[in-house]
């Protein structure tokens, strides 16, 4: 158990807000709101608009502590991102070894720069003594693309909303000692330069196996392939180190609440809710098999379920604005966001939004993204909300959460 933290929002500037579901009409993330437009923006507001807050960073903000536990018995994390670009040629990038149980596989990579089509896949092997089934729980494909934040974000709604694996692929058997290709999609797609893979899976084995992802020539056959091709180090030689991570990971999912089950109260001011920082709430650790000297990391904790529990009071009578934003506008690769998380307001049924919800991407603040608005509670009443998140692929981190009293 560990102690993170909810952050203050406290700077406060004037100009103009506006929002929009279509992009070609959004402001400039640089714009900054009067807490008055920001307020008649967000009284208009649906789930995934975007809006233009009045705070310019998080620099200067005091924080408020939040516990965060690891839920025992959750889904064995597989990561592939490291390299995340083949830029040496084929190779395998993760090889790992699972228990019986439930297997969650996040596989996020770019092919070779050389323009070679070329294939990115995985596949599973038996290593157990009888027949071994394999059954997919959440199916997770979508078509690679260059368009990396359309590519995370469809993986992640697909995750979230629990897709089924086609039928001819959901439930299969694997002979001892045998071996088959997990996503008969990827396996099947041929991908050029700066094309993403990403692919984000849940399935059950009954027999211990080794998962075993690589890239491959096109003519070449992925069950026989990862028997010659070299396993890759997490840096290549003569290059920057690429990518999240890799390896095996028990932690999986974490459960977030606020400390001594205390409650927000939209009298204390805004908030943000901070997770996966690398700080407060530190990267997860696991093993690398290819290479064992040194722990693996999850620097992004992709692949993580947060699972998010907090309580709230509106003893001011103000609604909350629950809202996203990024927070790394002096780098390009860091400025822009998109993601996907569910939303239980009460006894409420969840809601998956998708941020934005037209689809691209948003900007760091002054812009920020709405996830929800929460109704102002009668006095003396706490309300509940929870929130299922994770860290959105393609986008640094962390991703602030505002909490917002209007």
């Known amino acids: 158990m560990r102690i993170v933290s909810l952050i203050f929002v406290t700077t406060l500037c004037t100009t103009v807000a506006a929002y929009s579901r279509d992009p070609s009409t959004r402001p400039d993330g640089n714009v900054v709101a009067s807490m008055h437009d920001f307020t008649e923006a967000l009284k208009r507001a649906r789930p995934g608009d975007t809006v233009q807050t009045p705070f310019t960073g998080l620099a200067?903000?005091?924080?408020?502590?939040?516990?965060?536990?690891?839920?025992?018995?959750?889904?064995?994390?597989?990561?592939?991102?490291?390299?995340?670009?083949?830029r040496t040629g084929d190779g395998i990038s993760m090889q790992e070894t699972v228990k019986p149980g439930l297997v969650r596989l996040y596989l996020y990579h770019v092919p070779e720069p050389t323009g070679k089509p070329k294939?990115?896949?995985?596949?599973?092997?038996?290593?157990g003594g009888a027949p071994m089934t394999i059954q997919?729980?959440?199916?997770?494909?979508?078509?690679?693309?260059g368009d990396y934040h359309k590519v995370?974000?469809?993986?992640?709604?697909?995750?979230?909303q629990k897709q089924p694996a086609p039928d001819e692929i959901r439930l299969r058997?694997?002979?001892p000692n045998e071996r088959l290709v997990i996503d008969p999609a990827i396996d099947q797609t041929a991908v050029k330069t700066d094309v993403l893979v990403h692919v984000f899976?849940?399935?059950s084995v009954d027999q211990a196996a080794r998962v075993t992802v690589f890239q491959r020539d096109p003519g070449a056959e992925s069950i026989s392939a990862i028997d010659t091709l070299p396993k890759l180090p997490r840096v290549l030689e003569g290059f920057h180190a690429s990518g999240a991570g890799r390896g095996l990971f028990l932690t999986s999912e974490q459960t977030v609440a606020m400390s001594g089950e205390q409650a927000i109260d939209t009298a204390d001011g805004p908030r943000a809710l901070m997770i996966a920082d690398g700080k407060t709430d530190p990267w997860?650790?696991?093993?690398d098999s290819i290479d064992p000297s040194t722990p693996a990391e999850n620097k992004g904790n992709y692949g993580v379920i947060y699972r998010v529990n907090l309580r709230y009071r509106t003893s001011d009578g103000r609604r909350i604005a629950l809202l996203m934003a990024g927070h790394r506008p002096d780098n390009k690769w860091c400025r822009y966001t998109a993601a996907v998380i569910s939303v239980k307001n009460g006894d409420s049924p969840p809601e998956l939004v998708r941020m934005p919800g037209f689809g691209g991407r948003f900007d760091s603040l002054p812009q920020a993204v709405v996830i929800q608005?929460?109704?102002?509670?009668?006095?003396?009443?706490?309300?509940?909300?929870?929130?299922?998140?994770?860290p959105p692929g393609a986008c640094c981190l962390p991703t602030p959460i505002l909490m917002v009293p209007y």
Do not use: C, K, W
Not at 60 to 83: G, R, W
Not at 373 to 390: I, K
């Open 136 to 145: 997919f729980h959440r199916y997770a494909s979508p078509r690679p693309s």
């Open 152 to 160: 995370a974000t469809a993986a992640m709604q697909a995750f979230l």
């Open 284 to 287: 997860i650790r696991g093993r």
């Open 173 to 175: 058997q694997v002979a």
């Open 119 to 127: 294939i990115i896949s995985a596949v599973v092997e038996n290593l």
């Open 373 to 390: 608005t929460l109704p102002a509670m009668p006095p003396g009443q706490t309300g509940r909300v929870e929130l299922t998140y994770s």
């Open 60 to 86: 200067t903000i005091p924080t408020l502590p939040l516990t965060i536990s690891p839920v025992a018995d959750a889904p064995q994390l597989l990561l592939a991102d490291q390299p995340e670009y083949f």
């Open 201 to 203: 899976h849940e399935f």
